[in-house]
């Protein structure tokens, strides 16, 4: 699952950086396209450590994450690294190694857990017997 677009990337980034940051005769959606896919990738290898993958729908939360990512493999590729790119890569990664570490979560998109046993979709579900002692039954 790819998390973020082009027109993600331009809204963070501008239409004018991102034209600026691909080395003219590269065919630009075919260059942003393959960063987005080689970073929504990335992206799984963090989620796949407290997620069941692919997840059912692209959390909001990982657009930033992936846009951030993608520029800086753009820029790598293509020896335009300024220290913004750098650093936002970096904060990138930081935030997927909370998320992986159960420190931070994907906001509203984060995946639900059932307390009915039988609707669970595969994630956790608990259940218990029924209470033996209480207050009113211990002697």
Known sequence: MIYATRADIEELWG???????????????ASI???LDIASKEVDVYLSARYPLPLLSAPGVLKSPTADIAIYKLANRHSA?????????????????RIADGKAGLGSDEPRVSSDPGS????????????????????
């Not at 239409?15 to 959606?29: Q, R, T, Y």
Request: charged letters at 25%.
């Open 15 to 29: 239409v004018e950086f991102v034209g600026d940051i691909l080395p003219e005769g590269v065919d630009a959606d």
């Open 33 to 35: 396209l393959s960063a």
């Open 81 to 97: 690294l300024t220290n913004t790119i750098e650093d936002r890569y970096k904060w990138a990664r930081e935030l997927l190694q």
């Open 120 to 139: 669970s979709a595969g994630g956790a579900a608990f259940s218990a017997n029924t209470r033996v002692f209480s207050r009113r039954t211990l002697p």
